[in-house]
C-alpha cells in the first residue's frame, strides 16, 4: 500500500478549518478597518478578481457565498448582484463547457439529475436548483455539458438561479456593512443550507416512492 508523502499528510487535516478560518475572516477584512481605503482603481480590481473566482469554480475550490456576500458590502445591492451574476452565469459556462468537452457524452437513457442523487429534475432545471450547493451545483453543471443539455434553457434557469443568489447574498453583504458584520457571517453559513432545501426534499421524496 503505498502512503501519501508526508508533506500531504500534514496539509490535509488543516483544509477544511483553514476554509472555516476564511469564512470567518473575509467579512472582517471586507467590513472592518483592515478593508483599504477604497477608490476606482481597488473597486474595479476587486469585481474583476471576484468574478474570475465565480467563473472558475468548476475547476478550484472558491468559496463562492463568500465572494458573493463580499461584492454586496464593497459595492451594494445592485452593483454587487450584478458582478455576481455575471461570475455565476460565466461559471456554469465553464461547467458546461468541460462537459461538453468530455470524449464520450452520456448516454440518453441518463439524466443530469439521476446522475446528482437522483433528484428527479429535467437537466435544465437540476443546474438551477442546484446552483447555491457546494460541490453540487459544479458537478451538475458538468453533468448537464457531458449529457448535452439544451443550452438555452440550461443558460435561462442558471441565469435565474444566478440572480436570485446573487441578490439574497449581496443583501447580506449590505446588511453587514451598514449594521454589523456578523450578518455577513449569517449569510455565508445559511445561505447554502436554504439552497440545499430543493435538492433534500426532492431526494426525500423519490425515496417515498421507490
Not at 1 to 21: C, N
Not at 43 to 70: E, G, N, R
Not at 81 to 90: T, Y
Amino acid at each position: 500500500m503505498i502512503s501519501a508523502p508526508a508533506g500531504e499528510r500534514r496539509r490535509s487535516p488543516w483544509f477544511v478549518p483553514a476554509l472555516i478560518t476564511l469564512a470567518v475572516v473575509a467579512p472582517f477584512a471586507v467590513f472592518g478597518e483592515f478593508s483599504p481605503p477604497d477608490n476606482r482603481a481597488t473597486a474595479v480590481s476587486f469585481a474583476i478578481v471576484s468574478i474570475a473566482l465565480l467563473a472558475l469554480d468548476p475547476m478550484l475550490p472558491v468559496p463562492a457565498t463568500v465572494v458573493l456576500v463580499a461584492l454586496g458590502a464593497r459595492f451594494g445591492l445592485v452593483t454587487g448582484a450584478l458582478c455576481g451574476s455575471i461570475g455565476l452565469i460565466a461559471g456554469t459556462i465553464v461547467g458546461l463547457v468541460i462537459g461538453r468537452s468530455m470524449a464520450q457524452p452520456i448516454g440518453d437513457r441518463f439524466n443530469v439529475a439521476s446522475l446528482t442523487l437522483g433528484l428527479g429534475w429535467s437537466d435544465p432545471a437540476a443546474v438551477g436548483l442546484t446552483r447555491g450547493v457546494p460541490v453540487l451545483a459544479e458537478t451538475t453543471a458538468i453533468m448537464a455539458g457531458m449529457r448535452r443539455a439544451p443550452v438555452a434553457q440550461t443558460l435561462l434557469w442558471a441565469t435565474l438561479a444566478a440572480v436570485g443568489l446573487a441578490t439574497l447574498s449581496s443583501s447580506f453583504g449590505v446588511v453587514g456593512r451598514n449594521d454589523h458584520p456578523v450578518w455577513a457571517l449569517v449569510g455565508i453559513i445559511t445561505l447554502p443550507c436554504f439552497a440545499a432545501l430543493p435538492s433534500i426534499v426532492s431526494i426525500g421524496r423519490n425515496r417515498e416512492r421507490t
